[in-house]
């Protein structure tokens, strides 16, 4: 049965590409945002007060070794097979090295409309997914310039687009480590997650139950409407598809399909509950369109910000919010 949250997503494409005049103003978007990035964090950081460190240390080191892995996976793919240069192969790998909130949020409400159990920290894996695949991309590109993998220009390796010759790297253009830090760890997205897993953690479920009502109960409704603007933003991204070429098509809905598998065996090794399993299988073909956008453009100028913004929004999320949930969930109950 499709969850209600995602017919709203649905709506909100339709009505972009039906070009209807359906809009939400930005501070609403904003604030959404805010709210869900808080909530999620609450309810893993309350769920975290009574778990036991020795239980929960493997999973964290797994969720960072994955995030590190996962862009160097795709780099070869994105430089060999799909035919991008090294600045754009790296900054996409960092896309989907990282991962989705909100694609994280449908997954847990399609769960637990489906009455399946899932870890309750969860939450924790999201936020220990956000940096590491950036890093590795920052990693890449750097290698990748050196050794001037970079120097052709996108229009001979993806001949769809019109992009220019790519810039050299330069002691110029070279970024600050410390506001790429600060950025990626201070960033909105990490800081209220987080922030929100912390004051859950410290409070626990007695000390943060006066503002569970806001938090819990509201939760879905919210998570509706921001899937709508969603839908409108997803929609306005489709359009652009065909700048990029169909071998950015295929690569942005095979790479969830592959990673959702990595995901699922490192829950299944893990220990892991079938829930938990299908959780990390749909962070694993999740990919960033916050954080990882906001850290590539400081860390890596000379990459085409748009065209990974396009595959990640405008092919795998809709794809992951769609179609691959219920897909990743059947793949943790193969496995169970």
Not at 101 to 125: D, G, K, M, R
Not at 272 to 288: D, E, K, M, Q, R
Not at 302 to 320: D, E, R, W, Y
Request: hydrophobic share 60%; charged share 10%; with cysteine.
């Amino acid at each position: 049965m499709l969850d209600v949250v995602v017919l709203f997503f649905l709506l909100g494409l339709f009505a972009r590409l039906v070009k209807s005049d359906l809009a939400l103003p930005g501070v609403l978007y904003e604030t959404l945002s805010i709210y869900l990035l808080l909530a999620i964090g609450l309810k893993g950081g309350i769920e975290l007060s009574k778990q036991n460190l020795a239980v929960i240390a493997p999973q964290a080191a797994v969720c960072v070794a994955m995030g590190f892995t996962i862009p160097f996976l795709l780099y070869p793919v994105l430089r060999q097979l799909v035919g991008l240069n090294s600045f754009d192969a790296a900054s996409m790998g960092a896309h989907y090295g990282s991962v989705s909130v909100v694609t994280f949020a449908v997954a847990s409400a399609y769960l637990v409309q489906q009455n399946i159990n899932f870890e309750a920290h969860a939450p924790l894996w999201v936020a220990l997914l956000e940096a590491p695949g950036i890093v590795a991309g920052i990693a890449l590109a750097r290698w990748g310039g050196k050794a001037g993998a970079g120097s052709l220009p996108a229009a001979d390796v993806l001949p769809a687009t019109t992009l220019a010759p790519e810039p050299a790297l330069t002691a110029t253009n070279r970024v600050s480590w410390g506001a790429l830090a600060h950025d990626i760890f201070l960033g909105k997205s990490v800081l209220l997650l987080v922030g929100g897993l912390t004051i859950g953690a410290v409070m626990g479920e007695a000390g943060t139950a006066p503002i569970a009502p806001l938090f819990t109960s509201l939760f879905k409704g919210v998570l509706a409407i921001f899937l709508l603007e969603l839908g409108l933003v997803a929609g306005a991204r489709l359009g652009e598809l065909k700048r990029y070429g169909l071998r950015l098509v295929v690569f942005a809905l095979a790479a969830p399909l592959v990673l959702s598998v990595l995901g699922a065996l490192a829950g299944k090794l893990l220990g892991l509950s079938t829930g938990g399993v299908a959780i990390l299988a749909t962070l694993a073909a999740s990919a960033s369109y916050i954080a990882a956008p906001t850290a590539m453009r400081i860390a890596v100028p000379q990459a085409n910000a748009a065209l990974s913004i396009t595959a990640v929004l405008g092919i795998t999320f809709v794809f992951n919010v769609v179609v691959g949930i219920p897909l990743y969930v059947k793949l943790a109950q193969y496995l169970a």
